[in-house]
């Protein structure tokens, strides 16, 4: 505690005066609502002009100690850390009874600033009139830099909430649009049927799937997955959509279409973002399916005696040259009675407690023990298997499962 220096009644009564007018002034500013910049300006003044405190420096803390209003000291405190000594105060006190390097001895008191038990600042002053170490004095500092700083913190959140609320109208918009994006029926008729599934690991995923009649003999279906998340994967994978349909209102060749779409990606990616997918398009009376896997997990092909091919056939992920280095576009002939699954690598990358992957092995292994099942209820065991695997933890990824039976 600092030594007490009683004032004369003259000087207690102006006292009082500077302080009602200082209290004025800060709480009018905080009325007003003004920006942080300019309440540190007020408060500068206001000890200076109106409380004649000639030297002084606040550090706040946010997210780290930070001089924030400075004058009269030749310290620059803007440049210094503070002392542990000074760090460790929860009342006033003298810097004269601290152990701290004699710099800090430019000033004479040190002022904490509680909220709620915390310590939101040190309030450190110097070059003041002696009455002005009078307990009440240095109190009602305390009280003045408390309002302020309370002010400017509940500014600070009031911000944080509204940017909150920002974040979370385009997070919905972002869902909308990413709802909007999937087809809104998928077929079940004499030749196919197709059903998809799509498990999100966050408010906005990464994963897309499609289909397109083409015409009466070919459809086109596919699977996409974005790297990253949230608002800027789901407008990349807008991006990617529109480009598909654009794209296949002038031709099916999967070879134009997946070269002309790796071109908008790459045009349109955002800090480094890429796109896996795999296209597919069947023809209904050849039986005949064209596909490229561009990066992504080969889907599952399982003929009716439980044997299987991979689709691997394709290029390299999209968006990531401007010009894609290779392109093979895969042909194979359907048989009746197979069933095609495509996935994203949320399905695989599923691990047990011992960390061993549920991955392809132990997909194929479901398929060719539940082929026989609904595409629905294919599906949904297909996603109780893999949260049995892995029931001690949540999934990392979203997981997008669409197959395709040829009947």
């Known amino acids: ?28 500013a905080i009325n007003d609502n003004l920006p942080e910049e300019a309440l540190y300006k007020i408060y500068r003044f206001t000890l200076l002009a109106q409380l004649q405190i000639n030297r002084l420096a606040l550090f706040v803390h946010d997210e780290k100690w930070d001089c924030k209003v400075s ?42 600033i509680l909220h709620n038990g915390k310590v939101l600042a040190f309030v450190m002053i ?13 109190n009602f500092v305390q009280t003045v830099s408390n309002i302020m700083l309370v002010a400017i913190e509940n500014h600070r959140m009031a911000r944080q909430r509204l940017a909150q609320e920002a974040i979370r109208k385009e997070i919905e918009i972002a869902r909308e649009v990413q709802s909007m994006l999937f ?16 498990i999100p690991h966050s408010s906005i995923g990464g994963d897309y799937y499609d289909f397109v009649e083409i015409d009466k003999d ?39 279409v997946v070269s002309e779409l790796n071109h908008l990606i790459y045009r349109n990616a955002i800090a480094e973002k890429f796109i896996t997918t795999f296209v597919a398009i069947f023809n209904r009376s050849t039986r005949e399916l064209s596909y490229v896997n561009a990066g992504h997990d080969a889907p599952i092909l399982l003929y009716k005696n439980n044997t299987y091919d991979l689709l691997n056939d394709g290029c390299t992920m999209l968006g990531v040259f401007d010009v894609l280095p290779f392109m093979n576009v895969g042909k194979i ?26 991955g392809i092995a132990g997909t194929i292994g479901f398929m060719q023990k539940n082929r026989f099942l609904s595409s629905k209820m294919l599906h949904l065991q297909l996603l109780n298997a893999i949260n049995l695997y892995n029931e001690d933890s949540s999934f990392n990824d979203d997981i997008t499962l669409l197959s395709c039976r040829f009947k």
């Not at 710099?103 to 904490?112: D, S, Y």
């Open 1 to 28: 505690m600092p030594d007490i220096v009683a004032p004369n009644i003259q000087q207690e009564l102006n006292l009082k005066k500077l302080e009602l007018s200082a209290l004025l002034e800060i709480t009018q």
């Open 71 to 112: 004058f009269g000291s030749d310290l620059e405190p803007a440049k210094q850390h503070l002392p542990e000594a000074i760090l460790e105060l929860k009342e006033i006190t003298r810097i004269s009874k601290l152990s701290v390097d004699k710099k800090w001895r430019n000033f004479e008191i040190v002022i904490p």
């Open 126 to 138: 110097g070059k003041i009139q002696p009455y002005y170490t009078n307990i009440e004095a240095l």
């Open 183 to 198: 087809p809104k029926s998928l077929p079940n008729d004499k030749d196919v049927a197709i059903h998809a599934s799509y």
């Open 218 to 256: 070919q459809f086109l279906f596919c699977v996409a997955d974005v790297s990253g998340k949230g608002v800027p994967a789901s407008l990349l994978m807008s991006n990617f959509q529109a480009g598909l349909r654009t794209i296949l209102r002038q031709t099916a060749d999967l070879n134009t």
């Open 333 to 358: 002939h359907v048989p009746h009675d197979a069933v095609l699954l495509c996935y994203t690598d949320g399905l695989t990358e599923v691990f047990d407690e011992d960390e061993s992957e549920f």
